[in-house]
């Protein structure tokens, strides 16, 4: 290899930090403790059991599972093997995973004990798709890879920056499910610009209550094998068992969601109003959204160290995140880009004014080249080699982001997005719906969740309590899809040339 194509290779991090720091806590899922040595040991015997399954390099293995230890050697067991990890949504119904095990052509589905009953329903539905369970004994033709003796192969010493880690489905505002791309090189110049902002040190414990299979929680895998840091993972999210770890559990730094910091505070409260989190807690940083001022507000007066950041599954979780310096100074900022991330705002193709609205695009090594197999929506997602993201925002004089909203359209409900495009798919599919119109309202426990308005054909003889419309719903959709209510109305409104004007929905 030439001085250039030796400049894409990187060792394996996670066993440059094994063999740096061996015992150091790599990760903890409650009482089970991994040091990097350990972590390293799974990681290996893993890839040899898939190895021992068929998986090779370029395989699209999907992993259905909750957040655990294994979850962690899983993840880099693919990376060992050259394999893709497709990370799925445990969330989702058994339907909407079908769909995207077909679209992502997957090769093997890999699933633990939480989720062995959707794992047997997408059985019965794609019955050629491999699967393989993460334990030592398994039914209902299902491969056990606890007792896979593994296979002598080779396992890859070097990350080529170039390939492939992961595609991860996210939505575009049109409903459809589509694979973002995300390659080493996105993970490793996404951690090396987080570091520079938020700093680093060797005693940082990173705790991980968001989901792994969103970018979110799997980017913060990364940066543990990269910094050589541990993490504390949760299975889910509990505000009280949250708050419980920060107190004894050295964590450092932790990655939420509006909803999800609003449930912490108000847990705190329940054992001792007014109080916060101890001093070797350095970050709290805040996603998912515009966060609410009076949030905002109320963690400042705790010296909560809240930090927002604005990223989406494209950018590799973080594009541009406030620094710790500026959390007091620019309260509702999103902060500055990551060093190395370009940002601009455009209205009508310009550069936006300071102070106002645009779109925001985003550009640089941690942005996602495309979408899987999806040659037209990755032209359309970008413009002149920038990422048009489809949020607006607008930068202050000083060049900080303020997002004003996740798109014109996204519902986000409890840190999920929310497609109104998708949902108003599912009820449109019902003989007895002419129209549907899905939109977000304010919810205290939520932030938001969605309303459907429906216009109903005519001889219709679905019941106006809309319980049959949601039981309909509830079998195609994720939960937190589902309206909270649904109204029955008169023709929509739409425009000119036909099309739903959801904002116009609520009037």
């Known amino acids: 290899m030439d001085r250039i194509e030796n400049a894409r290779f990187l060792p394996d991090w996670l066993a440059r930090s094994a063999g740096s720091f061996p015992q150091r806590l790599a990760v903890q899922d409650g009482q089970t403790r991994w040091s990097f040595a350990d972590l390293d040991r799974a990681a290996s015997r893993t890839a040899r059991q898939l190895a021992t399954l068929g998986v090779q390099a370029g395989d699209r293995v999907a992993l259905l599972a909750g957040n655990s230890c294994t979850y962690v050697a899983v993840v880099h067991a693919l990376t060992r093997l050259g394999a893709i990890l497709v990370p799925l949504n445990a969330r989702l119904t058994p339907g909407e995973l079908c769909w995207q095990l077909r679209d992502v052509r997957a090769t093997l589905l890999v699933h633990d004990a939480r989720c062995a009953a959707p794992a047997t329903a997408i059985g019965r539905e794609l019955s050629d798709l491999r699967r393989a369970a993460l334990a030592e004994t398994a039914g209902n033709n299902t491969t056990a890879i606890g007792a896979l003796p593994g296979a002598d192969v080779a396992l890859r010493s070097l990350i080529d920056l170039d390939a492939i880690q992961a595609i991860m489905y996210t939505s575009g505002t049109t409903g459809q499910p589509k694979g973002a791309i995300i390659t080493y090189g996105m993970q490793w110049w996404n951690a090396v610009g987080s570091v520079l902002n938020l700093g680093h040190a060797p005693d940082d414990r990173w705790l991980a209550c968001l989901p792994l299979f969103h970018i979110g929680g799997l980017s913060i895998l990364m940066r543990s094998a990269i910094y050589g840091i541990g993490v504390i993972v949760h299975e889910r999210f509990d505000a009280a068992t949250v708050n419980r770890s920060l107190r004894e559990d050295g964590v450092t730094m932790i990655s939420?969601?509006?909803?999800?910091?609003?449930?912490?505070?108000?847990?705190?409260?329940?054992?001792?109003?007014?109080?916060?989190?101890?001093?070797?807690?350095?970050?709290?940083?805040?996603?998912?959204?515009?966060?609410?001022?009076?949030?905002?507000?109320?963690?400042?007066?705790?010296?909560?160290?809240?930090?927002?950041?604005?990223?989406?599954?494209?950018?590799?979780?973080?594009?541009?995140?406030?620094?710790?310096?500026?959390?007091?100074?620019?309260?509702?900022?999103?902060?500055?880009?990551?060093?190395?991330?370009?940002?601009?705002?455009?209205?009508?193709?310009?550069?936006?004014?300071?102070?106002?609205?645009?779109?925001?695009?985003?550009?640089?090594?941690?942005?996602?080249?495309?979408?899987?197999?999806?040659?037209?929506?990755?032209?359309?997602?970008?413009?002149?080699?920038?990422?048009?993201?489809?949020?607006?925002?607008?930068?202050?004089?000083?060049?900080?982001?303020?997002?004003?909203?996740?798109?014109?359209?996204?519902?986000?409900?409890?840190?999920?997005?929310?497609?109104?495009?998708?949902?108003?798919?599912?009820?449109?599919?019902?003989?007895?719906?002419?129209?549907?119109?899905?939109?977000?309202?304010?919810?205290?426990?939520?932030?938001?969740?969605?309303?459907?308005?429906?216009?109903?054909?005519?001889?219709?003889?679905?019941?106006?309590?809309?319980?049959?419309?949601?039981?309909?719903?509830?079998?195609?959709?994720?939960?937190?899809?589902?309206?909270?209510?649904?109204?029955?109305?008169?023709?929509?409104?739409?425009?000119?040339?036909?099309?739903?004007?959801?904002?116009?929905?609520?009037?």
Request: with cysteine.
């Open 256 to 507: 939420v969601v509006a909803v999800m910091l609003k449930r912490m505070l108000d847990a705190l409260d329940a054992e001792q109003p007014g109080s916060g989190y101890p001093p070797a807690l350095r970050c709290v940083l805040l996603g998912g959204g515009p966060a609410p001022y009076p949030l905002l507000e109320e963690c400042a007066r705790r010296a909560i160290p809240v930090v927002q950041t604005y990223g989406l599954t494209e950018s590799c979780s973080q594009a541009v995140t406030l620094a710790p310096g500026d959390a007091l100074r620019k309260p509702g900022s999103a902060g500055r880009p990551l060093m190395p991330v370009q940002l601009r705002v455009l209205r009508d193709g310009q550069p936006a004014p300071a102070g106002e609205p645009g779109e925001i695009y985003l550009r640089g090594p941690t942005i996602t080249p495309g979408y899987a197999d999806r040659p037209e929506e990755t032209a359309r997602a970008f413009r002149d080699g920038w990422l048009a993201t489809g949020d607006i925002g607008y930068l202050d004089g000083e060049g900080y982001l303020y997002v004003l909203d996740r798109r014109a359209d996204l519902i986000i409900s409890g840190g999920e997005n929310v497609y109104p495009a998708e949902v108003e798919s599912v009820l449109l599919s019902h003989p007895d719906v002419a129209e549907a119109g899905v939109c977000g309202q304010p919810d205290a426990q939520w932030g938001q969740v969605p309303i459907a308005y429906v216009h109903l054909r005519d001889g219709s003889t679905l019941s106006t309590s809309a319980d049959e419309l949601l039981a309909y719903a509830g079998q195609r959709l994720a939960r937190y899809k589902l309206p909270r209510a649904i109204y029955f109305v008169g023709p929509l409104p739409r425009n000119a040339s036909g099309k739903l004007v959801r904002r116009a929905l609520r009037e």
